[in-house]
């Protein structure tokens, strides 16, 4: 109303409301109206206002809001930190350092969780790291020794960790459990009859299967405390995969991959099976909290029908997805560390591909292993993969360009990352080489044949205290 010369913001409006107005403003705007006036300005670097931005773009989602004085500047730290630390990744700036373990015994499996890793080898010894402090300590978890333990240790078959437990699983069929935060004894053993086939721990909680034979045990602790078998399911096949529904309210759910068949293994339904076309082979698994994915391979010259990788419900037990149209088999899959509504796949055909599920064809598809790739994982802007001759690259996805590339001797077995470290592990597939010393009969093998765990680290704080060199670290 110019007639009686009273401009809009000289108004006076309440300042709850004010701010409730506020509330649906970005970043730029609000940048803009602080430059109207000084009531504006006042409103417009409200702290509540910025709090809440910074929690919307993800930062800093476990503080309240006394934690800081300034939110404007936090999420300007927040957001430089995360340019940064993109950077770093693209030109492999940081620091990297093997985690190396003396005695000479081969690496039999490897798996993290947050940055602990684990590690089985042939001599039966299984170690920690915990890479987010910058002194890699190892220590060795006990095994729980029985009464005839005398002589050498069976060799590790599988190893896996959460936050909160690590499990081993040994070549005579033993589980042993730890618990991370009560030292290195086991709290928990129990024993298979034959060789353990495959391990799933759940990414939360306490719970562990394992399948031997035609078996698939579950367990977990009691409200006491005191752990016990909760399930045994008999099934008619060996498995070849095992995975722990995550987030499950209730009895845990089992998803098993037995030759051609994919088994959903509840407590009440016990022998449910989700998937099953015979002579078509599973290859890979992974699940999710809602979903189930994995590689089918099919005989393509007689079906008519490529390998292709299937996407299931588990509420619903409906085939939501084929995707997929390749003549080599899918080795691996990850569905449950990527990004919502996509899965990253690899395969023998030497390609990694990229699917947004709710399409069929993939995003992208590129050409990344001489001998097929073996691990892969990917967030919103990059993917690492690791193959089997030894390389781990990382790529870019928009642009479809690899970033750099690291090689080692043996085949990638494991690859975790988080916003600024990466987790490889090469793991030789001869755990017996011939030749591997001077003398054959010499029992520690040459440091070729080990296998090798490497983290990386490219956040900017971290880098002040790795400038130590690895050499004088020890």
Known sequence: ?????????DIQLP???????????????LGRCAQVSRAWKVLAEDEVLWYRLCQQEGYLLDTSISDHSCWKLALKNCRARERTLKTNWKNRIGAVSQLQYGLGKI????????????????????????????????????????PGDAGPQPHVSFVRINSSLAVAAYEDGTVSIWNL????????RYQHNQRI?????????????TASGFEVKVESPNDRGFWQTTQTFEIQKLVNFLNLVPDVMGSPVTIAAAEDIVYLLKAEDPGKILHSVYGQPVTCLDVSAHEAAFGVKTFGWLLNEPNQILLYNLE????LKKMGNSIGDFTCVNLQNSPPNMLVTGNKDRRVRV??????????SLYAHQLGVSAVQMDDWKIVSGGEEGLVCVWDQRMGTKLWE????HPVRHVWFNSHSLITANIPDEKTPRGASITDNDLTAHRKHRGIIYAYEFSVDQLAVESVLPICRS
């Open 1 to 9: 109303n110019e007639i009686n010369e009273v401009p809009f913001f």
């Open 15 to 29: 300042y709850e409301l004010a701010l409730k107005i506020f509330q649906y403003l970005g970043k730029g705007e």
């Open 107 to 146: 690496l039999c499996d490897v798996h993290s969780c947050d940055g602990v890793v684990i590690a089985g080898y042939t001599s039966g010894e299984v170690r920690l790291w915990d890479t987010r402090t910058w002194d890699y300590t190892a220590p060795i978890l006990e095994p729980m020794h029985g």
């Open 181 to 188: 935060m009560f030292g290195r004894e086991p709290i928990h």
């Open 197 to 209: 086939q495959a391990l799933a721990l759940g990414s939360e909680g306490a719970t562990v299967a």
């Open 316 to 319: 619903t037990s409906q085939c």
């Open 355 to 364: 699917f947004d599920l709710r399409k069929s064809e993939s995003l992208c």
């Open 406 to 409: 690291m090689h080692a001797r």
